[in-house]
């Protein structure tokens, strides 16, 4: 390590920083995590706590935990999440919270009236769900059909089978999937959940609609899999007590600038986007816990064959926001479905980019909605497509009576997306994920988050356990 420390002093000289006058700090770690979410914050608390690593946690935001989402109303203290909804009872996921005294109750949601409206049009969708008892037999037997698969996929893709032994069934269409298997009942219940993340799931490949929704998903429905959130019903709650506790081993608000790595340590350049301060960071190992999207990646000296692999992915652009209009009716879901879905084409699904829908949460009138957009659709055109499906809606006299002309009231926003990375078959015939996870270790890096594993929180924990042996090898 000396040989890259003296490389710092002449890294540290070409830096940019923000003020001449400022001098960067610099920091030398056993490993530097990008990225305080889900898989970030937790391998940087047992990395450190656990396995006695220092450590260093870059984070863009100001504080940790992605995309929790968690609103509190300021006039009444009452907390309403609008991004992660419930934590699955999977690994050691119980003993993560215990750790940090967070204590677990059961999720509640308020009851409401669902009103199908296909968005385009404001016009009502005559839908008719299959009745509670058919969609649960369905689940069942979805979960009977994929369960033997679920070690493949998840919490990561260590046993995914080569090119000639993948199941035929993931391959083709989750549309094909579900009329070959008679669970069409299965549908709104796999869709109103998860699976709309992918947009028209129907029409994407199976394995990956597993991944939205699969079979711990539909083990916790049938009651076999427990989940749960904090007591305080605020899903932030854990992720503020590992910032607590983390301390100053915590950048926040920062994003990396420019990267150095060998197979002997890597070098990075971190700058505070607040303050403008520079952080020169030599470490033994790097664990990139964020999407490796090419604008995520372009500080890091990808080379040919990271760039190639990585660049097969395909991604959900996913926000969610509460809004306050008095247009929108309480105890209201308003739900977007083709007119064709009509009255029982469980197959039916609005394709992206479409806004899938406006739930009543509670308090002051506050609605969640969901938004699901293609790999085009950013912040600014995903408030606008809700701006005209509001218009569509008031015109269509599907909301009480407002102003004419009225604008979306956002009370707050988040941007989940890109998400739900995906590749396509052909890819996977060629051996996608064998090639993406010979990527780990290459020039002390390592790869975790969505991409290697599944977007739930505490399978992301789990996969991380799985990694810690290989960062932690020869890390004396």
């Known amino acids: 390590m000396l040989s890259l420390a003296s490389s710092v002093l002449g890294l540290a000289a070409a830096a940019s920083l923000a003020t001449a006058s400022r001098l960067p700090n610099v920091l030398f770690k056993d490993v ?30 100001s504080i940790l ?14 907390p309403y999440d609008y991004g992660v909804k419930i934590f699955l009872d999977a690994g050691n996921a119980t003993g993560f919270f215990e750790r940090f005294g967070i204590a677990m109750g059961n999720s509640t949601n308020p009851t409401v009236t669902t009103e199908y409206i296909d968005f385009r049009t404001g016009s009502v969708v005559d839908f008719q769900l299959p009745s509670f008892a058919d969609q649960i037999a369905a689940m069942a037997k979805f979960l009977e059909v994929v369960e033997p698969w679920e070690h493949l996929m998840q919490p990561g893709y260590y046993d995914f089978p080569e090119p000639g ?45 597993l991944q939205s929704f699969g079979a711990p998903m539909a083990r916790a429905i049938l009651g076999k899999q427990g989940m749960f959130v904090p007591a305080s019903g605020r899903n932030q709650d854990l992720y503020d007590a590992v910032a607590d506790h983390l301390g100053d081993d915590v950048l926040y608000s ?46 890091f000296d990808l080379d040919d064959n990271e760039r190639t692999v990585l660049s ?9 926001g509460l809004v306050n209009n008095s247009a929108f009716a309480t105890s209201y879901s308003y739900f977007n479905l083709p007119a064709s879905a009509a009255p029982d084409n469980y197959l039916a699904l609005p394709n992206p980019s479409f806004t899938a829908r406006i739930d009543y949460l509670g308090g002051d009138g506050l609605f969640r909605v969901t938004v699901i957009g293609d790999d085009t659709l950013d912040t600014a055109g995903a408030k606008q497509l809700v701006q005209n499906d509001f218009d569509t809606l008031q015109k269509a006299g599907r909301l009480l009576p407002a102003e004419e002309g009225q604008q979306v009231s956002w ?10 990375a995906r590749v396509s078959v052909a890819d996977l015939r060629d051996g996608f994920y064998q090639k993406l996870y010979k990527l780990q270790g290459g020039r002390s890096t390592w790869w975790t988050g969505g991409a290697f594993s599944v977007n739930f929180q505490t399978t992301l924990w789990q996969y991380d356990e799985l990694l810690f042996p290989e960062i932690l090898e020869g890390l004396n």
Not at 65 to 78: I, L
Not at 411 to 420: C, L, Q
């Open 65 to 78: 935990g992605g995309m929790v989402d968690s609103y509190v109303d300021p006039k009444t203290g009452v």
């Open 165 to 209: 032994a993948i199941p035929e069934e993931l391959l083709i269409s989750f549309g094909d999937f579900v009329t070959k298997y008679g669970i069409e009942d299965a549908v709104p219940l796999i869709y109103e959940s998860t699976g709309l993340g992918l947009g028209n799931m129907t029409r994407e490949t199976t394995m990956f609609v």
């Open 411 to 420: 009370v707050d926003f988040s941007a989940h997306g890109p998400m739900h």
């Open 312 to 320: 097969k992915f395909t991604y959900t652009n996913e926000y969610t």
């Open 32 to 61: 530097v995590i990008v990225g305080g979410g889900a898989s970030g914050a937790y391998a940087a608390v047992r990395l450190r706590d656990d396995f006695g690593k220092s450590i260093a946690l870059i984070e863009k935001q």
């Open 254 to 299: 920062s994003t990396v600038i420019d990267s150095w790595r060998t197979d002997r340590g890597v070098f990075l350049t971190v700058k505070n986007g607040k303050t403008g301060q520079i952080t020169l960071i030599t470490a033994r190992r790097l664990l990139l816990a964020i999407e490796p999207t090419a604008a995520n990646m372009a500080p």
